[in-house]
């Protein structure tokens, strides 16, 4: 079975600072792994994926993810935050599998709260 | 592109009632995803199609619950009856597979948040 951890339920960071939203996972065999982000009252917006290849993946809004198999975290990154960034983001998996189940496993959800 | 569209928003219906939830995919996608939120369980899968055919319905909480997909544009998630238990975010979401190495993204729908009281 496939699971993903988000062990922080709140990250508060100071505008302007960087900021990191921690995600592991565990699968069989390769991980697909995705950032969600999602604002209030509204519906989950991809922000960013890992399938192969860089470890780093570049997203949306400058974000990022770094993908380290070693540890099985696929952290959420951005060099500066901004008070817009406020928000619930969520972390996904699926495994690479070709009969894998295409269904995204997702974290609980951390809420980033960044102040002016 | 209009992205996911779902209907209603906002649902709000007596224990024992039947409720329709509605969703209609980007045009072109092949699979259909029906999510559920909730703050005790988060986000959970209910139940997905390919090309109008489910595919795994192992998150359908039980006989109270059925989904369809008549076409490609158009699926429907029913509970009958409904419970106060049943009240949540539930979302749809579409993707299209391309190849095994491009992976197909999810785009997630507004939502349908259902109240049962």
């Known amino acids: 079975a496939q699971s993903v951890a988000q062990p922080e339920d709140q990250v508060n960071v100071a505008e302007g600072n960087p900021l990191t939203v921690k995600c592991t996972y565990s699968?069989?065999?390769?991980?697909?792994l995705f950032w969600y982000v999602q604002y209030p009252n509204r519906g989950l917006q991809f922000l960013l994926k890992?399938?192969?290849?860089?470890?780093l993946v570049k997203g949306s809004y400058g974000f990022e993810a770094e993908f380290n198999k070693s540890q099985t975290s696929f952290h959420l990154k951005k060099p500066s935050a901004l008070v817009s960034d406020s928000a619930l983001y969520f972390c996904?998996?699926?495994?690479?599998?070709?009969?894998?189940?295409?269904?995204?496993?997702f974290g609980s959800g951390t809420r980033l709260q960044v102040q002016p | 592109d209009a992205g996911v569209i779902q209907s209603p928003r906002h649902e709000v219906t007596e224990m024992g009632q039947e409720v329709t939830l509605r969703c209609k995919p980007i045009?072109?996608?092949?699979?259909l995803f029906w999510y559920r939120q909730t703050m005790m369980r988060g986000l959970e899968l209910l139940i997905y199609?390919?090309?109008?055919?489910?595919?795994?319905d192992s998150g359908m909480p039980e006989d109270r619950f059925s989904a369809k997909m008549p076409n490609a544009s158009f699926s429907t998630l029913k509970i009958q009856p409904s419970e106060p238990r049943d009240s949540a975010v539930y979302f749809c979401?579409?993707?299209?597979?391309?190849?095994?190495?491009?992976?197909?993204?999810?785009?997630f729908g507004p939502g349908t948040r259902l109240t049962v009281l």
């Open positions: 699968v069989s065999g390769n991980p697909y």
């Open positions: 890992y399938i192969t290849g860089d470890n």
């Open positions: 199609f390919n090309n109008n055919v489910p595919i795994d």
């Open positions: 996904a998996v699926r495994d690479s599998l070709p009969t894998g189940r295409r269904a995204l496993t």
């Open positions: 045009s072109g996608h092949d699979y």
């Open positions: 979401a579409s993707s299209l597979f391309l190849t095994q190495a491009s992976t197909d993204t999810q785009y």
